[in-house]
């Protein structure tokens, strides 16, 4: 019971008068197997050897139909052992490897008919330039969906692929297409809120508003002292602000100014409350 042989075995349950028909390669291996799980003897009734494993499955096959109405439970038939050497011995079982055979070639000749119907009768050479052109039409859809989310134009990104605009509308639907296009958008929106973002922090966004402030208080020194002037007359030239210090604490956008003034007694505002301090911060 050796080789490269499949058997049909034939397993007996003399206790329950039960037999159990299947294929193995080693019908001592499948008995010993059984027997583990089984509180009643087993022996090994009946073998037959085939050459191919598909051959004694096809025979196995047979003997299940023939035999439907005797089944117990799994594999497990009301047979004598005379029964089934007889099943064994009908032309169907017989013939079963040969129908078996047949029924796998129509099986495959129907296969390969419906490869060439989906391949439209093409030779493999064909195929293969086909697949090469499907694979170049995905990578122009991928550059030219990049190219539209980086901004350019549909006639500037068709020129640049080497497709017509028309072509490029069609595209819209393609899955690499529209895939690409999302992430190059995408990409382009970040890199945009990045740009602001450092912008906002750069010294050189800063510096315009520094400069705004110096002019501003520029603005109001000189006009302290055309006060300064009017009220004291052309012949004497009083100082209300001696100093302007602009001060801005690392990290911060704002810029503290310190207007340093002039310490005269008796200098008041011009309703007479209070004295001007002698200095002050903005």
Same mark, same amino acid.
Request: hydrophobic share 35%; aromatic share 4%.
């Given at each position: 019971?050796?080789?490269?042989?499949?058997?049909?075995?034939?397993?007996?349950?003399?206790?329950?008068?039960?037999?159990?028909?299947?294929?193995?390669?080693?019908?001592?291996?499948?008995?010993?197997?059984?027997?583990?799980?089984?509180?009643?003897?087993?022996?090994?009734?009946?073998?037959?050897?085939?050459?191919?494993?598909?051959?004694?499955?096809?025979?196995?096959?047979?003997?299940?139909?023939?035999?439907?109405?005797?089944?117990?439970?799994?594999?497990?038939?009301?047979?004598?052992?005379? !029964?089934? %050497?007889?099943?064994?011995? $009908? @032309? =169907?079982?017989?013939?079963?490897? +040969?129908?078996?055979?047949?029924?796998? *070639? /129509?099986?495959?000749?129907?296969?390969?008919?419906?490869?060439?119907?989906?391949?439209?009768?093409?030779?493999?050479?064909?195929?293969?330039?086909?697949?090469?052109?499907? !694979?170049? %039409?995905?990578?122009?859809? $991928? @550059? =030219?969906?990049?190219?539209?989310? +980086?901004?350019?134009?549909?006639?500037? *990104? /068709?020129?640049?692929?080497?497709?017509?605009?028309?072509?490029?509308?069609?595209?819209?639907?393609?899955?690499?297409?529209?895939?690409?296009?999302?992430?190059?958008?995408?990409?382009?929106?970040?890199?945009?809120? $990045?740009?602001?973002?450092?912008?906002?922090?750069?010294?050189?966004?800063?510096?315009? *508003?520094?400069?705004?402030?110096?002019?501003?208080?520029?603005?109001?020194?000189?006009?302290?002292?055309?006060?300064?002037?009017?009220?004291?007359?052309?012949?004497?030239?009083?100082?209300?602000?001696?100093?302007?210090?602009?001060?801005?604490?690392?990290?911060?956008?704002?810029?503290?100014?310190?207007?340093?003034?002039?310490?005269?007694?008796?200098?008041?505002?011009?309703?007479?409350?209070?004295?001007?301090?002698?200095?002050?911060?903005?």
């Amino acid at each position: 019971m050796g080789g490269e042989e499949t058997y049909v075995y034939v397993i007996s349950c003399r206790r329950l008068e039960r037999l159990k028909i299947g294929v193995a390669d080693d019908p001592g291996k499948r008995l010993r197997e059984l027997q583990v799980g089984s509180p009643a003897e087993l022996t090994l009734a009946h073998t037959q050897a085939y050459a191919e494993r598909r051959d004694a499955v096809a025979v196995c096959e047979e003997l299940y139909r023939c035999f439907a109405e005797k089944r117990d439970r799994g594999r497990w038939y009301r047979l004598t052992l005379e !029964q089934v %050497r007889h099943g064994l011995a $009908r @032309r =169907a079982t017989v013939e079963a490897p +040969q129908r078996a055979r047949a029924a796998e *070639a /129509a099986r495959a000749s129907r296969l390969a008919a419906g490869r060439r119907k989906r391949s439209g009768g093409r030779t493999e050479k064909q195929l293969a330039y086909g697949r090469r052109r499907r !694979q170049q %039409r995905r990578q122009k859809q $991928r @550059r =030219a969906g990049r190219l539209l989310g +980086q901004g350019m134009t549909q006639e500037q *990104a /068709a020129a640049a692929v080497g497709v017509s605009s028309r072509t490029l509308r069609n595209w819209k639907t393609a899955p690499a297409f529209r895939r690409e296009l999302e992430r190059s958008q995408q990409r382009r929106l970040h890199e945009a809120a $990045r740009e602001r973002s450092r912008r906002a922090t750069s010294p050189a966004r800063r510096q315009p *508003a520094q400069e705004r402030v110096v002019l501003a208080f520029e603005l109001l020194v000189g006009l302290s002292r055309g006060l300064e002037h009017d009220d004291h007359g052309d012949d004497e030239q009083i100082h209300l602000v001696d100093e302007v210090v602009l001060e801005q604490p690392p990290g911060q956008d704002a810029a503290a100014v310190h207007l340093q003034l002039t310490r005269r007694p008796g200098l008041q505002v011009a309703d007479g409350g209070r004295e001007i301090a002698p200095s002050v911060c903005l």
